[in-house]
């Protein structure tokens, strides 16, 4: 999902206005690859470290301990970090920019500082998770249109720039609100290794009514920005309509009235259907502008 995001945004988004980029197709394909192999680590570490809060969860689901060891998890966790890691000192002297090596030991930093601490605060983990997948977009505009700003086209980079942030601030709402319903999820396992999660401190009735709050937020801000920004065509008010805020409205009526767990899975999927619509509408840019 990670890398057909960044595709959308090189090849959909970007294209649909005059702006200029810095990587190649081998050098952007080295940048989705080292951003899924950040990811991948983060995903292992994660895993290693739910190993116990899985088994009550998703006993069903649990890789670690029972199709590869805890020793191979961790041997495969460090070959992926490193790898995105030194991708990532390749790109950011490539572009001319070696500042930017830090964001990706910053992002490798945090997952295992997510995965080992920050998981078990309320509301703490879910923010951080969500911050580096909004990441994920802005990480493409950061190596492709900031090295290649000029006085003459500042004006576009930069609103290129901003209309990616609305993206990644998108990604993060949606992220934000399926990470909390997946906290309501695995209340069972996450109470009894001492984790302090929203579901845990404030009741899953409660913390669902949060998320469905959450939800409408979103609505409206949604409605905003495509109110202010894209009044004039009518396909893209349509496109989303039907297939960001009409979903959205669903799960917010479904949070409501949710109480199994069951529920909550199919609200969490959603959300992720959401998120891939919401992604995809980068292909509009190509019609409307």
Same mark, same amino acid.
């Given at each position: 999902?990670?890398?057909?995001?960044?595709?959308?945004?090189?090849?959909? #988004?970007?294209?649909?206005?005059?702006?200029?980029?810095? #990587?190649?197709?081998? !050098? /952007?394909?080295?940048?989705? #690859?080292?951003?899924?192999?950040?990811?991948?680590?983060? +995903?292992?570490?994660?895993?290693?470290?739910?190993?116990?809060?899985?088994?009550? !969860?998703?006993? !069903?689901?649990?890789?670690?301990?029972?199709?590869?060891?805890?020793?191979?998890?961790?041997?495969?966790?460090?070959? /992926?970090?490193?790898?995105?890691?030194?991708?990532?000192?390749?790109?950011?002297?490539?572009?001319?920019?070696?500042?930017?090596?830090?964001?990706?030991?910053?992002?490798?930093?945090?997952?295992?500082?997510?995965?080992?601490?920050?998981?078990?605060?309320?509301?703490?983990?879910?923010?951080?998770?969500?911050?580096?997948? @909004?990441?994920?977009?802005?990480?493409?505009?950061?190596?492709?249109?900031?090295? @290649? &700003?000029?006085?003459?086209?500042?004006?576009?980079?930069?609103?290129?720039?901003?209309?990616?942030?609305?993206?990644?601030?998108?990604?993060?709402? &949606?992220?934000?609100?399926?990470?909390?319903?997946?906290?309501? $999820?695995?209340?069972?396992?996450?109470?009894?290794?001492?984790? $302090?999660?929203?579901? &845990?401190?404030?009741?899953?009735?409660?913390?669902?009514?949060?998320?469905?709050?959450?939800? #409408?937020?979103?609505?409206?801000? &949604?409605?905003?920005?495509?109110?202010?920004?894209?009044?004039?065509?009518?396909?893209?008010? @349509?496109?989303?309509?039907? @297939?960001?805020?009409?979903?959205?409205? +669903?799960?917010?009526?479904?949070?409501?009235?949710?109480?199994?767990?069951?529920?909550?899975?199919?609200?969490?999927?959603?959300?992720?259907?959401?998120?891939?619509?919401?992604?995809?509408?980068?292909?509009?840019?190509?019609?409307?502008?």
């Amino acid at each position: 999902m990670i890398a057909v995001v960044q595709l959308l945004v090189k090849y959909a #988004l970007f294209p649909a206005f005059t702006i200029d980029t810095t #990587l190649n197709p081998l !050098n /952007f394909f080295l940048l989705i #690859l080292a951003t899924l192999s950040i990811a991948a680590g983060g +995903y292992i570490i994660n895993d290693i470290y739910d190993i116990e809060t899985d088994a009550i !969860n998703k006993p !069903n689901k649990v890789t670690i301990g029972t199709k590869i060891s805890e020793s191979i998890a961790n041997k495969l966790y460090i070959l /992926f970090t490193f790898i995105g890691v030194c991708l990532g000192f390749y790109l950011s002297h490539k572009v001319g920019r070696p500042p930017f090596f830090g964001l990706f030991v910053i992002i490798a930093a945090s997952l295992y500082v997510y995965a080992s601490y920050l998981k078990q605060i309320a509301v703490a983990g879910n923010i951080v998770v969500s911050i580096l997948v @909004a990441l994920s977009l802005l990480i493409v505009g950061i190596f492709e249109l900031i090295p @290649a &700003i000029t006085i003459q086209n500042e004006t576009v980079q930069s609103t290129m720039l901003e209309v990616l942030t609305d993206y990644a601030i998108f990604a993060f709402l &949606i992220n934000f609100i399926r990470e909390i319903v997946k906290d309501i $999820q695995d209340v069972d396992g996450d109470h009894k290794v001492g984790m $302090q999660t929203l579901p &845990i401190l404030f009741g899953k009735a409660r913390t669902s009514k949060v998320t469905m709050a959450l939800t #409408l937020i979103t609505i409206i801000i &949604i409605v905003y920005y495509v109110t202010t920004f894209l009044y004039m065509h009518v396909e893209a008010i @349509a496109y989303y309509l039907i @297939a960001v805020v009409g979903p959205l409205i +669903y799960i917010a009526i479904k949070m409501f009235t949710a109480e199994s767990n069951a529920q909550f899975k199919h609200i969490s999927f959603m959300l992720k259907i959401v998120m891939i619509f919401g992604m995809l509408s980068m292909l509009l840019y190509r019609l409307i502008f």
